[in-house]
C-alpha cells in the first residue's frame, strides 16, 4: 500500500457505475497505485454524496474524490496530471507536447462533451423540468454518446498505433474505456466507431482495465 511521509494511504471515493470514478481507476491501476475504495452511493437515502461529511470534501457534491499526499482532489483531469506529475511511469500522458495538448483534447470530447450529458443529474433534471421520462432517457444518451464517437472515430482513425497514443494505453483509454461500457450498457450500435471498439477490446485484455471494471468494484450491485 501506497503510504506518503504524512502516513496517509490513498483513498478514493468513488461509485461503482461512475464513468468518472471508473477512469480514475484505470489511471491508478495503469500507474500501479494501490489504493483504498470509499464507497459513495449516489441513489440510496436520497445519495451519500449529498451528506455532510462528503460535502466537506467535495462541495459540488460529485465523485470520484482523491486524497493523497494531503491532496484532495474532484475533478479527474487533475487527477490524471497529478498522477502523472508524483509518478513519472508508465506514462499517461504523451511526452511531445503537441501529442500531449492533443491527447487532452480527445479526453475533453467524452469529459465535456459526452458524460456531463448523460449522467445521473442531468437526466433527473431533465425529468423534473422537462417532463422527459425514464423511458426517453437511453435515446437522450445514446444521442449524445454517438454525437462524441463521430468525433473521436475521425480523429482516432488518422492514426495507426495499437492505442490512441502508442503502444501502451494512457490518458485517453481511461476515458474512452468507461464511455464505452456506457455505450454498451444503453445498446448503442458501435458498428460506425471501429477504431474505437478496437482500443477497447484491446484494453480490456489488460488487468488494469479488468480490475477497473464496475463490476469488480466493492459496491458493485
Not at 458524460?115 to 431533465?126: S, V, W
Amino acid at each position: 500500500m501506497y503510504n506518503d511521509g504524512f502516513g496517509m494511504k490513498v483513498k478514493l471515493y468513488s461509485y461503482w457505475r461512475s464513468s468518472s470514478s471508473y477512469r480514475v481507476r484505470c489511471a491508478l491501476n495503469l500507474k500501479g497505485i494501490e489504493y483504498d475504495i470509499f464507497p459513495v452511493h449516489l441513489v440510496k437515502d436520497g445519495g451519500e454524496h449529498r451528506t455532510e461529511n462528503f460535502q466537506s470534501l467535495n462541495p459540488k457534491m460529485e465523485v470520484p474524490v482523491l486524497e493523497m499526499d494531503g491532496l484532495i482532489l474532484t475533478q479527474s483531469m487533475a487527477m490524471m496530471d497529478f498522477l502523472e506529475s508524483r509518478y513519472e511511469d508508465p506514462k499517461l500522458f504523451p511526452e511531445s507536447p503537441t501529442l500531449r495538448a492533443k491527447a487532452i483534447e480527445l479526453c475533453e470530447i467524452i469529459n465535456s462533451g459526452i458524460q456531463p450529458l448523460q449522467n445521473l443529474g442531468t437526466l433527473k433534471t431533465l425529468e423534473a423540468f422537462y417532463q422527459i421520462d425514464r423511458g426517453q432517457w437511453p435515446d437522450w444518451i445514446r444521442h449524445w454518446i454517438s454525437l462524441g464517437f463521430k468525433a473521436l472515430e475521425v480523429q482516432l482513425a488518422k492514426r495507426t498505433d495499437p492505442f490512441s497514443f502508442g503502444k501502451r494505453p494512457g490518458v485517453l483509454e481511461c476515458y474512452l474505456v468507461p464511455q464505452v461500457y456506457n455505450a454498451n450498457r444503453y445498446e448503442l450500435d458501435m458498428s460506425p466507431f471501429p477504431r474505437i471498439q478496437k482500443i477497447y477490446d484491446r484494453c480490456m485484455q489488460l488487468e488494469p482495465f479488468q480490475l477497473a471494471a464496475p463490476e469488480a468494484q466493492p459496491d458493485a450491485e
